[in-house]
């Protein structure tokens, strides 16, 4: 007998909540924000508009659903299964932020905040929660696949991400590594930079984006749903030691980026999620592709 549906609500603290935890009131609160300048309304109207979408989505779930929650700090540790619908209640990268974890479950996003928010990801609205959600859960359901990248460790050490991937040192040092690709006679390069980052479709609307216009360069971003990835090295240093020759490229579905480390300490996070990243030591080596798994992000 298979189990219904479980609708997953993923949602993150407000900025409203975190300065009731730090300054303990609402009276405290506003006095430090207008000390700076700013006022607690508009803060508390946006906290009021979050809460009142988890509450409207939350009373869209069918009965004979089961239904959870999930805070983004806490989705390193919620085990997600296969009859899940996902449901993002927030930004756009919140989606991102709960890509990494899934596999393969249906995600709709509702956008707590619009005109705030791009609505990239988060393409609905609270209202439409329940059409959604018995849209996801059916056979052949209408979703985007999106696509993203994934990086494998020497030691079977996985990361998945929706927007990019980025390698580097942890802090304002340099990283030495060995970059190279599986391109027939394209040898390895040392190298010495601020880190590397591949990216996809998805990621081209942010950081990927920002080192493309930089570099001017002429590799054509990719659409989200595109099998194709681009990846750019940060300030990459040429020296007697180190080169500056492989500093961007494309990767299609099977090709690969390798990277092994020559430095005390590289760190592997992806879409901006620190806390759960992969550390990578001397003499370690990273493949960095598109991923078997796409999000899929109803329509």
Do not use: C
Not at 162 to 172: D, F
Not at 291 to 299: D, P
């Amino acid at each position: 007998m298979s189990l219904a549906p479980r609708a997953v609500l993923v949602h993150r603290t407000t900025e409203y909540e975190e300065l009731l935890a730090r300054h303990g009131t609402h009276g405290q609160a506003a006095f430090f924000l207008s000390s700076r300048g700013r006022s607690i309304e508009e803060v508390a109207r946006r906290h009021e508009r979050t809460r009142q979408a988890l509450a409207d989505v939350a009373a869209a779930v069918p009965l004979q659903w089961r239904h959870s929650r999930v805070e983004r700090a806490d989705l390193d540790r919620f085990l997600f299964a296969p009859e899940d619908v996902v449901v993002v209640v927030g930004q756009d990268g919140l989606v991102a932020n709960a890509a990494k974890y899934l596999s393969g479950q249906p995600v709709v996003g509702i956008d707590t905040d619009p005109g705030r928010n791009p609505g990239v990801l988060v393409r609905h609205r609270p209202g439409d929660a329940a059409a959604l959600l018995r849209a996801a859960a059916a056979p052949g359901g209408r979703a985007d696949e999106l696509t993203m990248v994934e990086a494998v460790a020497d030691d079977t050490q996985r990361l998945l991400a929706l927007n990019e991937i980025y390698l580097g040192p942890p802090g304002h040092q340099t990283a030495r590594y060995r970059l190279g690709t599986d391109a027939a006679g394209s040898p390895a390069e040392p190298q010495a930079s601020s880190g590397v980052l591949v990216g996809t479709g998805t990621g081209a609307t942010g950081w990927l984006r920002s080192l493309w216009q930089e570099r001017r360069s002429p590799l054509a971003l990719p659409a989200p749903t595109d099998p194709r990835l681009l990846w750019f090295v940060r300030e990459a240093w040429p020296s007697p030691v180190t080169g500056t020759s492989l500093v961007s490229g494309e990767l299609g579905r099977g090709q690969e980026l390798r990277l092994t480390v020559e430095s005390d300490r590289v760190v592997v996070f992806g879409d901006g999620m620190e806390t759960d990243a992969l550390e990578l030591t001397w003499g370690q080596s990273v493949r960095l592709g598109i991923a078997a798994t796409a999000l899929r992000l109803t329509v």
